[in-house]
């Protein structure tokens, strides 16, 4: 998973939206997050792949991972 990050990271820093603007230099009302590989957390809360490797990668929403494991399943 680790590998598919980086992979992720790399691919999307050719597309045009990676090469705009950075954060800073925004302003004080841009609403601009980041880069999130939701993918890759999507994968880890389906199939139960263990993140703890991951947690620490700049662009894994490992919040976001952890916000969808607590939650309720869906039958």
């Not at 950075?22 to 302003?27: N, Q, V």
């Not at 004080?28 to 991951?54: K, P, R």
Request: some cysteine.
């Amino acid at each position: 998973m680790g590998r598919f990050l980086k992979g992720w990271y790399d691919e999307m820093a050719t597309e045009l939206a990676a090469q705009t603007t950075r954060a800073e230099d925004l302003g004080e009302n841009s609403t601009y997050v980041g880069y999130w590989c939701l993918e890759a957390a999507a994968a880890s809360v389906a199939f139960g792949i263990d993140n703890t490797d991951l947690r620490g990668h700049p662009h894994y929403p490992a919040e976001w991972a952890d916000w969808a494991r607590s939650c309720r399943p869906v039958a």
